[in-house]
C-alpha cells in the first residue's frame, strides 16, 4: 500500500484550566470507555511534558495516548493507487455541469461538454454535496461547511521539541502540535461558509495567536505558512452513506466533518457494499457498523 509507515506514535493532552477539574474527571471517564490508558495528569506532570505550557493557567490534563499522526499524502497516494490498478480512473479539471437520470443510467455532463453514462451516482462531492443534489433535481439534505484555519509558524524564544504531543483545550477552542521543527496551530474554528476555496480570516489567525500567547510561552514572529478547509458536516453531524430514496442510482458519502481521512478505508468499504449491494465486511458489522444509521432518509423524515 506504501512504502512508507502510515501513522507514528503522538498522543494528546487535552488541558484545562483550574476550576475545570470535575468537567476534566468527567471526560477521561468518558474518553476511558473507549480508550485503553486514558489518565489525568496533574500540573506538574503536564509541565514536565510541554514545558511551554503557562504554569498559572494549566491546572492539568486529560492525557489520550491512543492519538497518532498520519501520513496523509502516503494514505492518499496509496488508495489512489490500489484504485488505479482495480481500473478506475481519475478524472482531473472535470466539474459536473449537469446529471439527470434516463432509462437506467445516470448520463453526468462535464463542463468541457464530455458526457459519462453510468448505473450509479456516489455524491462524494465534499462541501458541494447539496449543489451536486440540486443538479440531480433533489432537494438538499442540509449539509453545513465549515471553515478551519491553519497555521504553521517557528517561536522565535522556544525550542521545539518533536516529541511534544498534540494539545487540545478541554473546551477546544484551540490546538497545536510540533511540526518538522516548528508548530501547527488552529483555533478550532467552525464558521459557516458557502462551498467554495476557502481562504484563511485574519480574524482567525489573530484569535489563534492570541490564545497561543495566554495558554503558552510561544511568541509569533512570523506565520510561515496558512491555509483554510471546509469541514462539512449532515445537520446531525453524523456521516451519511447510501442510496437516496428518492431517486434510484444516487447515492450519498459525505459528511465526514473533520475526519476524512481518519475515516476513509470504513467509509470507502460501506459505501462499496451499499453501493454493490453486498453484505457489510465482518469486521465492520463486528463493529457495531449498522449502514442504517448512515442512511440518507433519516434526514429526509425530519426535513
Known amino acids: 500500500f506504501a512504502d512508507t509507515p502510515l501513522i ?9 484550566a483550574p476550576g475545570d477539574e470535575a468537567r476534566a474527571r468527567k471526560i477521561a471517564e468518558d474518553f476511558g470507555r473507549d480508550i485503553a490508558g486514558v489518565r489525568l495528569l496533574g500540573r506538574n506532570e503536564l509541565l514536565d511534558r510541554v514545558p511551554v505550557l503557562r504554569p498559572e493557567r494549566v491546572a492539568g490534563a486529560v492525557s489520550d495516548p491512543e492519538c497518532r499522526d498520519m501520513d496523509v499524502a502516503a494514505i492518499h497516494q496509496g488508495f489512489l493507487r490500489r484504485a ?15 446529471l439527470a437520470r434516463s432509462g437506467d ?31 440531480a433535481e433533489l432537494a438538499p439534505l442540509g449539509f453545513q461547511p465549515l471553515r478551519r484555519t491553519i497555521i504553521v509558524f517557528r517561536p522565535a524564544h522556544a525550542t521545539v521539541d518533536s516529541g511534544w504531543p498534540l494539545v487540545i483545550d478541554i473546551d477546544e477552542s484551540f490546538y497545536f502540535k510540533p511540526e518538522t521543527g516548528r508548530i501547527l496551530a488552529s483555533p478550532a474554528d467552525e464558521t459557516p461558509s458557502p462551498p467554495c ?11 489563534i495567536v492570541d490564545r497561543l500567547e495566554r495558554w503558552t510561552v510561544f511568541d509569533v514572529p512570523r506565520i510561515e505558512n496558512r491555509w483554510a478547509g471546509l469541514r462539512t458536516f ?22 465526514q466533518g473533520g ?7 470504513a467509509m470507502g468499504r460501506l459505501t462499496a457494499a451499499v453501493v454493490l449491494g453486498r453484505d457489510l465486511p465482518s469486521d465492520l458489522s463486528a463493529a457495531g457498523v449498522d449502514p442504517a444509521r448512515y442512511a440518507p432518509a433519516r434526514l429526509l423524515k425530519k426535513g
Not at 8 to 16: D, K, M, N, P
Not at 197 to 207: K, L, M, N, R
Open 234 to 255: 449532515a445537520p446531525d453531524r453524523v456521516p451519511v452513506v447510501g442510496e437516496d430514496p428518492r431517486s434510484a442510482g444516487f447515492f450519498w458519502c459525505a459528511g
Open 105 to 135: 443510467r445516470w448520463r453526468i455532463r462535464l463542463a468541457d461538454g464530455r458526457e459519462i453514462a453510468a448505473r450509479a451516482v456516489v455524491n462524494a462531492a465534499g462541501a458541494w454535496v447539496d449543489e451536486v443534489a440540486r443538479m
Open 259 to 265: 475526519y476524512g481521512i481518519q475515516t476513509a478505508p
Open 197 to 207: 476555496d476557502a481562504q484563511p480570516d485574519v480574524i482567525d489567525i489573530a484569535t
Open 84 to 98: 488505479r490498478a482495480a481500473g478506475a480512473r481519475l478524472l482531473t479539471d472535470a466539474r459536473v455541469s449537469w
Open 8 to 16: 507514528s506514535e503522538r498522543g494528546a493532552l487535552h488541558v484545562f
